[in-house]
């Protein structure tokens, strides 16, 4: 006797319905980092556009963070925690192996008994983290679902290495994505090439720490090899995102690609040829690189400041670490 299994059905559509950031409460200027690198402001801003980062003191932590996030999303979209199905938290600096971040985040806003999982994806997490939770809308196995991108890079910094460390901050961005009359999340564009996985690294594993007494990791890049990867790789995804969404650099209202190096936006600008009506986020001048927090925290900044507006198209586009990256043309909350 054969049985045929039913399969749940959702939405056609999904959108992002609120949206909400938090920085670390320090903001650190170039000047207060530059002794230890031998550097100075000048430096810092011509190479990533850098002038101040937020950073969180010894009191608060990666789970903090997402929560402020988290509440705030949920007060734009006129929810609360009992109208989440699903939490997906990207973050690689949560500091326990099990249970999962969005686990105890889904306590603190009052979701349980909603499903809780993370990801790593570094500085594409919030990207995957839409993908992932536009599908969970649509396939009608979750109604609301809050994705967020929550980092304490202060915790792996070396203040002596050049190579990365200057750009990083703390912060959280969170969304709320849920049923949508027409399509307000395209189709994601992803991938990963692992070859290049030593780009960007920790300097230890937690084995060589624990058995070979290895320093606290913290973390380093190729700089020149990430910076040309970035310009000339990503810039290609993008417009494929567009191309997937059905839209083109005409259509599109706000670029808001992973806020790692400022010339790496004004090069994917030009690549894009992305027209001077085309706002763009620039949250890296005052948060830092902020990883799989600095998409929200950039979107969350422009609608803040009037900078775009509900029902504006944004493209917007994660990339980091392993190397992986992901974009997608959003409808703006």
């Not at 969180?56 to 997402?66: F, K, N, P, Q, S």
């Not at 929200?296 to 900044?301: D, I, N, Q, V």
Request: charged residues 20%.
């Amino acid at each position: 006797m054969s049985r045929t299994l039913t399969q749940a059905t959702g939405p056609a559509h999904s959108r992002i319905l609120g949206i909400g950031g938090m920085r670390g409460e320090l903001v650190v200027t170039n000047d207060e980092l530059v002794g230890a690198i031998d550097s100075s402001d000048e430096w810092i801003r011509q190479r990533t556009g850098i002038i101040t980062r937020h950073r969180a003191g010894a009191g608060t932590d990666v789970i903090d963070l997402a929560e402020g996030a988290a509440r705030k999303a949920l007060a734009y979209a006129g929810l609360t925690g009992a109208d989440i199905d699903a939490v997906i938290v990207s973050t690689v600096t949560f500091f326990q192996q099990t249970p999962a971040a969005a686990a105890i985040i889904a306590d603190r806003i009052g979701a349980t008994p909603a499903a809780a999982f993370d990801i790593s994806a570094a500085c594409a997490g919030y990207c995957y983290g839409i993908g992932q939770a536009d599908a969970l809308v649509r396939s009608g196995n979750a109604r609301n679902v809050l994705v967020i991108g929550a980092e304490k890079m202060s915790e792996f910094i070396d203040p002596t290495d050049r190579s990365i460390s200057f750009l990083l901050g703390d912060g959280a961005g969170a969304v709320v994505i849920g049923p949508s009359d027409t399509p307000g999340i395209g189709p994601t564009i992803w991938g990963s090439d692992g070859s290049q996985a030593g780009c960007i690294r920790q300097t230890a594993t937690w084995l060589e720490v624990r058995d070979d007494g290895a320093p606290w990791p913290t973390l380093r890049q190729e700089g020149q090899t990430v910076f040309k990867w970035a310009v000339w790789q990503m810039a290609p995804v993008a417009a494929k995102a567009m191309a997937a969404a059905g839209v083109g650099p005409d259509d599109i209202d706000a670029f808001i690609p992973h806020q790692g190096n400022m010339r790496i936006t004004d090069l994917m600008v030009k690549q894009l040829k992305l027209p001077d009506t085309v706002v763009i986020g620039r949250d890296i001048a005052e948060t830092g690189n902020t990883s799989s927090a600095s998409i929200p925290l950039a979107t969350e900044r422009l609608l803040r400041e009037g900078q775009v507006k509900s029902g504006d198209l944004a493209l917007q586009i994660g990339f980091g670490a392993g190397l992986v990256y992901a974009a997608q043309v959003i409808v703006l909350p």
